[in-house]
């Protein structure tokens, strides 16, 4: 396939926005050292902006190119379900009656555990709720972990090697451990029903794997911080009246119908807004809802949709140019550069492709998964919501990469070499 001239100006948008994306730490510093363009520093430093910046940056080459009915019609044929119900779930996730829910689940199972509660419960947080991902979905994992993990270790950890360790294998963790079932991790639900993939092969062919790498991951991390987790004191907040029975239930049934309809926008976000209305109502059994830092995540992940629309003629050809063996490392390096729901959907396009190649292009882009912020759907949900505990309320993407790098090594091994 020949590209066009937007084919090549959208790659070096895309590879742009990539160099943008690990140079927003260097923005935010100047953000902080300059304070006459302190503004605009601040927004070239928000790593939520980044392709959505850049994806409007096309736009404007496509309506200058090709003109005006080209570029709206470019954005009207885009898809994006992923970034609606990734703001979505964010929000109804991040609601007082289910952290409330969701914290009590983990404190119960922790005092089942025996080994100091901190660490029963950091535990839990990095291995239990990630595989809970593959049945509540892993944008609604990430949000329940990095809240929890935020308000009641982050705030206190100190270390930031150890700050950026949790954060890399909480991002490998909700990757990989997504994969139990066939529709909660995005680069497994954009080819299960092409594929054919139920419940039973998932857990056969990926489940049991991802399952062990996710506990290994956990239990390394707490070997080698355990003295900086044991400095930690997890406080059970008594002054927060507890959420009524009833309301709970109602916001899991909220939950669970977006879940269900996660293919349908038109009704998840029906749900949704009959969701606003019932928060509204008992506005005293809520926090306040993430609704900007939601929206800035849907953003971001709309414009990785339209960005990554233009990036099919370099991609699919290099991912079938491999085999099987050789797809899997192919398919994890190329993941941390774009998205890996991107990265499977461009696989099942392709005809005639063995099975054994289907599951390793699968296994590789969930594997690399944690690598970088844009690498899976989840990360920038877990970036917007644990930031602020970091220098200058900024995530270095280089100490992200470093973070995850063990983690991936030891998901490498669980699909590759077990």
């Known amino acids: ?52 910046f850049w994806a409007m940056v096309l736009i404007l080459f496509m309506f200058g190119i090709q003109g005006k009915e080209a570029a709206i019609e470019y954005v009207d044929t885009r898809n994006y379900t992923e970034p609606m119900f990734v703001f979505v779930i964010m929000v109804i996730a991040a609601t007082r009656p289910i952290l409330q829910l969701s914290q009590n689940l983990v404190l119960g199972i922790a005092r089942l555990v025996p080994v100091k509660k901190e660490v029963a419960i950091f535990f839990l947080l990095l291995s239990f709720v990630p595989l ?27 270390d930031t090697k150890f700050k950026y360790a949790t954060l890399g294998i909480l991002f490998v963790n909700i990757s990989i451990g997504g994969t139990l079932t066939p529709y909660a991790a995005p680069p497994v639900l954009m080819v299960s029903s092409t594929w054919n993939w139920d419940l039973a092969f998932m857990l056969s062919h990926f489940g049991w794997r991802s399952s062990l790498a996710v506990v290994v991951n956990t239990i390394l991390l707490i070997s080698i911080f355990k003295p900086h987790l044991n400095q930690i004191e997890f406080k059970e907040n008594t002054n927060e009246k507890p959420v009524p029975v009833a309301i709970i239930i109602v916001h899991l049934l909220f939950l669970l119908g977006v879940v269900v309809f996660a293919h ?5 976000m029906s749900l949704f807004l009959f969701f606003l209305g019932f928060t509204t109502a008992y506005k005293h059994h809520q926090n306040n809802l993430i609704l900007k830092e939601a929206l800035l ?53 392709v005809e005639g492709l063995s099975d054994e190649f289907k599951v390793s292009l699968v296994e590789g882009a969930v594997t690399g998964g944690g690598l970088t912020v844009i690498a899976n759907a989840p990360n920038p949900a877990g970036i917007s919501i644990l930031k602020e505990y970091f220098h200058e309320k900024s995530v270095s993407p280089m100490g992200l990469l470093l973070g995850a790098l063990a983690p991936t090594l030891v998901a490498i091994i669980a699909f590759r070499f077990i």
């Open 1 to 52: 396939m020949n590209p066009t001239t937007i084919n090549i100006i959208g790659a070096s948008l895309f590879a742009i926005a990539i160099l943008h994306t690990f140079s927003t730490k260097y923005f935010e510093h100047l953000a902080h050292t300059n304070k006459k363009f302190s503004g605009l520093l601040h927004l070239l430093g928000e790593v939520e902006i980044v392709f959505g």
């Open 132 to 158: 809970l991902g593959s049945f509540i979905t892993e944008p609604a994992a990430m949000t329940l972990a990095a809240l929890l993990l935020g308000k009641n270790y982050f705030k206190q950890i100190k």
């Open 264 to 268: 349908h926008p038109a009704m998840f």
């Open 297 to 349: 995540v849907g953003f971001f992940l709309a414009g990785l949709v339209v960005l990554g629309g233009v990036q099919q003629w370099w991609l699919q050809p290099t991912l079938v140019s491999m085999n099987s063996d050789v797809v899997f490392f192919g398919a994890t390096a190329l993941t941390a550069f774009t998205d890996n729901a991107a990265l499977t959907y461009l696989g099942s396009l």
